[in-house]
């Protein structure tokens, strides 16, 4: 190496974990326009990310799930994982219970802690590790969306950003997933998505 000269070898960004069998992963053709609706502050979407397609309108919609950091048992504050895509003024919910979201700080680095308008629910213990969906009102019964694909690359989040969608994957591991997917989007995903517990 010439004297002088001073390589900035520093990494960027961390790689992404093998999060399911790369070889069963079956792409669908051409691209999908990412919809920006609730996503403010969010630069990137995760690989496996939850989606909703629009065939038609060749549009990919995200689907909003939280998984608790920490136990929760009462009050107004939930920890959730770190780099949730959750915004302020959505619902959560768990198909019993519900909450909205008025508050998120992002100051600890080992979590993301919500500050809902109310508890959630009566008296209920949320274990760590439980997905909650984004619902579609405060009594958090119905999701507001589920998943029929998930994201292939990280995307960035801008105006005209598109994504490429997966229509299989196999063998896929929750615990490396960067976004968790809830019960409900499993269930929707169908036999074409095989989890490992």
Do not use: W
Not at 155 to 165: S, W
């Amino acid at each position: 190496m010439p004297a002088g000269l001073h390589y900035n070898l520093e990494q960027i960004e961390k790689p992404t974990p093998e999060m399911c069998r790369i070889e069963t992963i079956y792409r669908y053709s051409g691209g999908f326009n990412l919809v920006l609706t609730n996503l403010t502050g969010v630069k990137t979407i995760p690989p496996l990310t939850p989606l909703v397609l629009d065939f038609k309108k060749r549009q990919a919609t995200v689907v909003i799930n939280v998984e608790v950091a920490e136990k929760y048992t009462t009050g107004t504050s939930m920890k959730v994982k770190k780099n949730s895509l959750a915004y302020v003024g959505m619902f959560i919910g768990d198909g019993t219970n519900g909450a909205i979201v008025n508050k998120i700080d992002k100051a600890n680095a080992d979590y993301d802690t919500l500050t809902l308008a109310a508890a959630f629910g009566n008296s209920v213990t949320v274990k760590a590790g439980t997905v909650l969906f984004e619902a579609k009102a405060q009594d958090g019964t119905e999701p507001k969306a589920t998943a029929t694909a998930l994201n292939y690359a990280t995307t960035k989040v801008e105006e005209g950003a598109t994504v490429t969608a997966i229509g299989r994957a196999y063998e896929i591991r929750p615990t490396k997933l960067i976004v968790p997917i809830s019960e409900k989007d499993k269930a929707s995903l169908g036999d074409r998505f095989m989890f490992t517990y």
